[in-house]
């Protein structure tokens, strides 16, 4: 059971306990680049709340979605770098501003990523964000406590071997839980969140999301 009228304080010491009782699961695929997104919680007078990003729909991949800021690693970078870096080129979020807490187990994309999600903190976030006018449609928030909500969280299963070869293997070696996986048929679970009429977060940032709520927050 997800608490309520939960505090900044109490959401980021959850969050870093969690993410402190074992280290995140890494993972190789070959032939898979590496990347990283951040999943920041804002301290907001409400309420805590998590930031999300819409891409435009003039990239030349998952044009339109609702994503973590994030990206590719640079030379020598690590996914924390990385993902601060990126959450500034995005959306102006300054990297001083976030105190990172941890990180979540990496993930295989579909394009062939290896993403690690980097859990953080902003105490004092911006007023509004500066989204960059060539990758992201625009920046929002929701309620951490809207995201706990049950009713906004529904899972549908597909079918890995519509995927190139690769990509299912990936999400094996992944160490995808035995509960994901729908007896009988093989096919996986892809969560969805639903905060409001206009926007569904879905796919692998549904799945970054649902397992820090699952860690830090759902009891």
Known sequence: MAPSHLSFDDAVSAARRA???????????????RAAVL???????EGPSVLFTRRTETLPHHRGEISFPGGGLGPGETPAQA???EAFEEVGLRPEAAEVLGLLDDLPSIARYVVTPVVAAVARPPESFTPAA????????VPLERLLD?????????????????????????????????PGTGRWRVWSFHPDERRTVWGLTARILADLLDR????
Do not use: N
């Open 19 to 33: 993410l402190a009782v074992r280290e995140a699961l890494p993972l190789d695929v070959p032939g898979f680049r």
């Open 216 to 219: 830090a927050f759902v009891r």
């Open 134 to 141: 060539a990758e992201v449609a625009e920046g929002f928030e």
């Open 150 to 182: 049950p009713s906004i969280r529904r899972s549908t299963f597909w079918d890995p071997s519509r995927l190139p070869p690769e990509v299912p293997a990936a999400l094996i070696a992944s160490r995808i839980p035995f509960e994901q996986v729908e």
């Open 39 to 45: 999943v920041p919680l804002l301290r907001r007078p």
């Open 83 to 85: 993902a601060l870096r």
